[in-house]
């Protein structure tokens, strides 16, 4: 009989995970904080031509690029003389489980299918199940999806429990638990009681798989209005989509668009905290995942995070739950399309930009997700009132404030954004190696290190070391 | 209301008590178990609501647990209309046609 316990589980995690990824992250390795993170892409990962082959196969990708012309029109109508970006929307709807997430999950099932895996696990309470169950269901493999789902009076969030549908409705068994970063250690019993597949979120496969969407809006853009897009506004939450598109882009040759990155501001609500669970009305893409991620993407459930955001991000920008609700009407009633949550995100963020970049530029925003029950405004602001929230119109920005009050715009001129600073973000990074690594002292090599893992110079580097009591050392 | 052999149900499972929660939680988290909620096909031959019953999930695991729910039903669903989101799409309209003010 294994020891089931927490800690005896957690001691197995390396064995488990070995054989349920078969990546060995040793050989790109080279001390507690400096990997090789281009080789592990090459020599892990699938090149880009053969990550579109293989979701030919199963009918990912290839999405349309739409120009959201109403919109462009209202924005045109309000912006300041001579501003006004145009916005083009990718309609990652399209894909075979309704998200982005298919192209994700796409290259991971190849894989585990290729090496006699008889099934595949992925812990996410998010579209990603979805799209391991439809991929498992494409190639014939068996799935679980693990979600972290109710609180602990077992009321769910109506978004996850859609989802948990959706996994059904492919024939995957869904395993729902009450909240807790425990779902990690569930899961892990689970790959060791079953010996499938590790479909995670985080490995190079999974971000290869998403390298399509980056290189799809080059070609697209370029097609359309013969250049590359301005900036491409991508919702942020693993760091998963980020990195991946913007990889993509850069391998079309796309180097000089702007990745910016949008989150729903949920600061002030722990993540982890089973009274704070159904407090929030968007269960990703927002601060709770895309801070952490961002500063220490190693937090994830493989040894080293294949995405890492920081390496691409140029800026970060949060929204309100308001601005995004509003804008998920605004897609319905203007262009005629009902999309879920997660690109809405950024959209709202694109919509604000769009206000202040010169009427010339381009910007994409690079997904939109299914919706219906439990997903919709309507549902998830149901649920928002029942839990006992303000919900009103107003300023979305002054009065927001997560876990309690919820304020919808009374015009679009009021869509706007908090700008996070890099640098701050990339001080908090430094901050977090520091403290998880119990490391003061640094050689230059992981200077270096740490100077490419969030794209800036090794001065910054070094001055973030220094304000945070650490030192540079002599190797 | 009994459930038969082969029917479609949840099965609910205590995986950690409060004390056996050895990760790092916030005090609220720290106070209550993790719980567990999965279905499949009943394999007892009849079982009631609170029954340690088997079943078989959608890929063939067996796993027991206490009996829940009987053709458990998706509860989540559309919602109600909101009052604060149903004039925007009347009101976006107004300003692209021209009334900037609305």
Redesign the interface.
């Known amino acids: 009989m294994r020891d089931l316990s927490y800690d005896a589980v957690m001691s197995r995690k390396n064995e488990i995970m070995k054989k349920a990824v078969g990546i060995d992250y040793e050989k790109f390795i080279s001390s507690e904080i400096i990997f090789d993170y281009e080789r592990m892409m090459q020599e892990v990962g699938y090149s880009l031509d053969k990550v579109r082959e293989i979701q030919s196969e199963t009918g990912v990708g290839n999405t349309p690029l739409v120009e959201l012309k109403q919109i462009n029109r209202l924005i045109k109508k309000i912006a300041p003389k001579g501003k006004g970006a145009r916005i083009f929307i990718k309609d990652e709807a399209t894909n075979p489980s309704g998200s982005y997430k298919d192209r994700r999950a796409s290259v991971s099932v190849y894989h585990a299918q290729k090496h006699g895996y008889k099934g595949v696990i992925a812990a996410t309470s998010g579209n990603y199940g979805a799209a391991v169950a439809s991929q498992a269901a494409k190639r014939g493999l068996k799935c679980i999806i693990t979600q972290e789902c109710y609180d602990n009076r077992w009321v769910g969030q109506p978004e996850i429990l859609e989802k948990a549908r959706s996994c059904e409705a492919y024939g995957a068994e869904v395993v729902q638990l009450t909240v807790g970063p425990e779902l990690f250690y569930y899961t892990l019993v689970l790959l060791e009681e079953t010996g499938f597949f590790n479909a995670s979120l985080y490995t190079p496969y999974a971000i290869a798989g998403v390298e399509s969407l980056g290189y799809e809006i080059a070609e697209q853009t370029m097609q359309m209005v013969g250049k590359y897009p301005d900036a491409v506004v991508i919702t942020h939450a693993g760091g998963g989509i980020l990195t991946g598109t913007a990889r993509g882009l850069k391998k079309a040759g796309a180097s000089e668009t702007k990745i910016i990155a949008a989150s729903v501001n949920l600061r002030g609500l722990h993540m982890a905290s089973d009274n704070d669970f159904n407090k929030k009305y968007f269960t990703t893409g927002h601060t709770g995942f895309g801070i952490p991620f961002a500063t220490f993407p190693d937090r994830s459930d493989v040894p080293k995070n294949a995405a890492r955001a920081l390496r691409y991000m140029d800026r970060y920008l949060l929204v309100t739950q308001g601005e995004v609700f509003y804008i998920t009407e605004m897609l319905a009633q203007l262009e005629g399309m009902q999309r879920g949550p997660a690109g809405n995100t950024s959209l709202a963020a694109a919509f604000a930009l769009a206000l202040e970049m010169d009427d010339d530029k381009v910007i994409v925003v690079n997904e939109t997700e299914y919706t219906g029950a439990g997903k919709l405004p309507s549902a998830q602001l149901t649920f928002a009132r029942k839990m006992g929230m303000e919900i009103k119109r107003g300023d979305p920005i002054k009065e927001d404030l997560p876990g309690k009050r919820i304020v919808i715009p009374e015009h679009p001129s009021q869509i706007g954004y908090i700008e996070f600073d890099m640098d701050e973000v990339r001080k908090s990074y430094v901050k977090e190696v520091i403290k998880r690594y119990n490391k003061k002292e640094f050689n230059k090599q992981e200077i270096e290190f740490m100077a490419q893992d969030t794209n800036t110079t090794t001065e910054k580097i070094v001055k973030f070391v220094k304000e945070l009591g650490g030192e540079v050392i002599e190797a | 209301m009994k459930a038969k052999k082969g029917d479609w149900v949840q099965i609910e499972k205590l995986?950690?008590k409060p004390e056996?929660?050895?990760?790092?939680?916030?005090e609220?988290?720290k106070k209550?178990?993790?719980?567990?909620?999965?279905?499949?096909f009943l394999q007892n031959e009849d079982a009631n609501i609170g029954d340690e019953v088997e079943i078989l999930?959608?890929?063939?695991?067996r796993v027991t647990g206490t009996l829940v729910a009987i053709n458990p039903k998706?509860?989540?669903?559309?919602?109600?209309?909101?009052p604060?989101?149903l004039t925007?799409?009347i009101?976006?309209?107004k300003?692209?046609e021209g009334d900037?003010d609305?």
Do not use: Q, W
Request: proline share 9%; hydrophobic share 40%; glycine share 8%.
């Open positions: 995986l950690l056996e929660r050895t990760a790092p939680l916030p609220d988290t209550v178990p993790l719980k567990m909620r999965v279905k499949g999930t959608l890929i063939g695991r998706y509860e989540h669903d559309f919602g109600e209309p909101v604060e989101l925007i799409g009101e976006l309209r300003i692209l900037n609305a």
